[in-house]
């Protein structure tokens, strides 16, 4: 379903939907757990002699951990695909454009939805964007309440405290 055979294109553009589970060998090395699978919707069509374009968006949730309070969260992951598939090899420098072999009879989409994926991924998530995280000092979530913890002193003032000590003694 993530493969279109270039005869039906040749006819017109072709819807493209499909679902890749999260476990799909295509994610291997993807470092997120993918706790839904990947829904695709899109639409593919000629953009002239040996190119095609692709035009779609990719949905789906991962498995993380606050950074602040390593609660486990799940967060949706969103992501636009404009996609070039060429047979001519100077239309590759754009870097959303795909090599496509000049005896090639079908296009095989899940190369971008890979690598689209991988651009989507946050680099950390967060329970909820006010999460007070835990305490350096004690471990306690703060999101439960105060943990009874000194506040942290203010370091531009330490210098002065140590002045204020050396003039006492
Ligand atoms: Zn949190
Ligand atoms: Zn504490």
Redesign the pocket.
Known sequence: MLQVDLRELARGPVDTQGQLAGSDPLFEGVTVALVEPVCVAGRLQAAGEGRFYWRASLRTRMAGECRRCLAAVTVPVVADVDALFSQDPDALEDPNSYPLARDATAIDLRVPVREELLLALPQWVVCRDDCRGL??????D?NAG????PPATDQRWSGLTALKHKLRD
């Open positions: 305490c350096p000092r004690c471990g306690t703060l105060p943990c009874g913890c």
